[in-house]
C-alpha cells in the first residue's frame, strides 16, 4: 500500500485527489498547511490522522511514500526539491513552477534522487481525449491539420482567490487554463508545440496585471495550427476540443472537465458516428498509474518532462500577449 502526506490542504485535494488516492487503496497519513487551525480542521474533515505545518515534518515524522503537491504554485519548487531529496515520490500539481529554470530544477532532482515524478494534468486520463488519440493514430481523420480548444468557462466564487490577484503565485488564466489545453493537445496529437501568438483580456474578475482570458494560436511541429480560447468570465459556454484533418474531424464536446463525461463525434465522407467511451474518474486513473509506476510498472499518465511542456507553453503565451511578437516554445530537453 503506497503511503501519501499531503503538502497544500488545497480545495483540489478535497474535491477530488484525496478520494482518488483511497479509491486505489492509498492510506493519506498527513497534511501539511501553514495554518495550525485549518490544517487540524482538514484533517479531521477528511479522515486524516496527522496534520502538521511544517515540510519536515510531513517528510521525516510520520513514514510516506509519495507525497501530493497542491499548494499555490510559486511554492511548489521548493516542496518538491525537498521532497525528492527524502525520497519520496511526487506527484506535483501543474503548472509545476512560475518559471521553467524552477521546473527544471524540479525534474533534474526527482531523476536525481530516482523518485517517480508526475504533473496532475488530469485530462490525459479522459475517455474523451484518449479515444481521439486513438483515433487519429489509427488514421480516421487523415492528416491532423488544424484543432480548437474551447475551454472558457466561470470561475466558481470559492476560486476566486489567488488566481485572479496574485501574480507572484501564477495566478490568472493562462497558468490555470492553458497548460492543460497544451497538454492535452500534445497528447491527443502526439506533436509538440513550436511557436504561439496569443492575447488576453481583463474582463471583469482579474486583478492586477493577470489576465482572466486568453485566446491563441499554437503551432506544432508538424505543421497544425490550433487554436485556444481560455477564461475564468465565461459563464454560459461550452467547452470543446476538435482536431481537423484531411480525411475527417473529431468533434469532442463537454471534454474539457474534470468530471468523466463528454461526448466525441466522428464525422467523413461515410457519415457521422459517435465513438465508444469507457468513463472513468480521471482522477483515479491517474493515481493508478502513478502508484503502478512507482511499484515499476509503466510511467505516469503525465511526467516532469510534460509539465515542462505544457508550462513552456503557458510561459511563451503570457509573452506573446504581452509583446505582440510570436513566442518559440521551448522547454529545453
Ligand atoms: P486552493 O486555493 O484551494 O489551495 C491552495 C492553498 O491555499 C492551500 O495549500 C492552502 O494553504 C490555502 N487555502 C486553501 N483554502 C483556504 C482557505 N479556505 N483559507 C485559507 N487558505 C486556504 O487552490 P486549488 O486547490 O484550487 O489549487 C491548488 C493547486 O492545484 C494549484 O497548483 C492549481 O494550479 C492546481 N489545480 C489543479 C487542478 C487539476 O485538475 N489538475 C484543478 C485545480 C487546481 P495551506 O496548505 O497552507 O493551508
Known sequence: MIRWGLIGASTIAHEWVIDAIRAN???????????AERGAKYAADH????????????????????????????????????????????LCEKPLATSL????????????????????????NAATHTAMRDAIAA??????????????VYLPPHL???????????????LDITVHDTDTLRYVLGDDPVEVIASTQQSGLAKADLADAVMGIMRFKS????????????KYADTGFEVHG????????????QKPVGIVTLRNADGEFELKLDHQNLYETGIAKFHAAIA????????????????????????????????????GL
Open 223 to 234: 505543421g497544425l495550427i490550433a487554436m485556444f480560447h481560455d477564461g475564468f468570465t465565461t
Open 47 to 90: 479522515g486524516i490522522a496527522h496534520s502538521v505545518t511544517a515540510l519536515d515534518e510531513l517528510l521525516s515524522g510520520q513514514p510516506i511514500d509519495a507525497v501530493y503537491i497542491s499548494t499555490t504554485n510559486e511554492l511548489h519548487k521548493d516542496q518538491v526539491l525537498a521532497s525528492a531529496k527524502a525520497g519520496k515520490h511526487v
Open 246 to 257: 484531411t480525411e475527417g474531424s473529431l468533434v469532442g464536446r463537454n471534454v474539457m472537465s
Open 25 to 35: 487503496g492509498g492510506e493519506i497519513v498527513s497534511v501539511m498547511s501553514a495554518n
Open 101 to 124: 529554470d524552477d521546473a527544471k530544477a524540479m525534474v533534474a532532482a526527482c531523476k536525481a534522487a530516482n523518485v517517480v515524478f508526475a504533473t496532475n494534468h488530469h485530462l490525459r
Open 160 to 174: 476566486q482567490g489567488w488566481r485572479l490577484d496574485r501574480p507572484d503565485a501564477g495566478g490568472g488564466v493562462i
Open 296 to 331: 515499476g510498472n509503466g510511467k505516469p499518465a503525465a511526467d516532469g518532462e510534460d509539465g515542462l511542456w505544457s508550462l513552456a507553453a503557458g510561459l511563451a503565451v503570457a509573452e506573446a500577449a504581452k509583446t505582440g511578437v510570436t513566442q518559440p516554445i521551448d522547454p
Open 139 to 152: 488514421g480516421k481523420i487523415g492528416k491532423p491539420l488544424a484543432a480548437r480548444v474551447f475551454h472558457a
